[in-house]
């Protein structure tokens, strides 16, 4: 049996989400504050959340790899079968989402973050403003794949990588919803994955519901 480490509506939901369509049976241990500042650094060093533990007790990080192990390591619809050239699409698209959104979402958030100190609140706002842009952008490039796709990010059907999306729109400002309006190909998709029982089921754990 798997092991979870996340938190409600971050990056671990992309996972569970993964875990719940696959039928994989699994445990999800909820993370405080309290924790990821204290015991959970031992499994995570930088107390960042999803880790998964593996059967032998090994852990692996990074929501992206996580998503990855699972779909090679159960085989289904989501993914492409790992070493085709549909599988490096796959692999090149869920890199992509987790190097480029996810993480510029993330300096976002570092630079407004009231706990920031670093320079003087007018240049870090200023910054964080020219990153959300950069967000913006990325999320533009998205929609136009999809307009260009077939329908989902690989072409006809679902994969994943679907589900990885629709996890790091939650993140947008001012909200999901304008994004999706702004962005109406994003908006069919994530309606479509959030319309499937597992992810249902995942969203309402996560308080999303």
């Known amino acids: 049996m798997y ?3 996340g938190v409600k509506k971050w990056g671990s939901l992309g996972p569970q989400c993964i875990l719940e369509e696959l039928g994989a ?4 241990v909820w993370l405080s504050a309290e924790d990821r500042r204290g015991s959970y650094r031992k499994i995570n060093p930088l107390g960042y959340v999803p880790s998964l533990q593996l059967a032998d007790g090994r852990f692996v990080f990074e929501s992206s790899a996580i998503v990855t192990h699972l779909t090679d390591a ?3 619809d989501l993914a492409p079968r790992a070493g085709t050239p549909d599988h490096a699409l796959y692999l090149s698209w869920l890199t992509w989402l987790n190097a480029e959104i996810y993480s510029t979402m993330n300096a976002a958030e570092f630079l407004e973050s009231e706990d920031n100190s670093v320079g003087d609140p007018a240049s870090r706002a200023s910054l964080a403003a020219a990153v959300r842009a950069k967000v913006d952008g990325l999320f533009d490039i998205v929609e136009r794949r999809l307009g260009e796709s ?27 919803h304008a994004l999706y309006g702004r962005c109406p190909n994003i ?10 029982p597992a992810v249902a089921k995942v969203l309402a754990l996560n308080d999303l519901a």
């Open 150 to 176: 077939g329908g989902f990010m690989l072409g006809e059907k679902v994969s994943a990588v679907d589900h990885y999306l629709m996890m790091v729109t939650l993140w947008t400002l001012p909200n999901r």
């Open 187 to 196: 908006g069919r998709v994530v309606a479509a994955i959030n319309a499937r």
């Open 25 to 28: 049976p699994y445990e999800m």
């Open 3 to 5: 092991k979870l480490y």
């Open 74 to 76: 159960h085989p289904s």
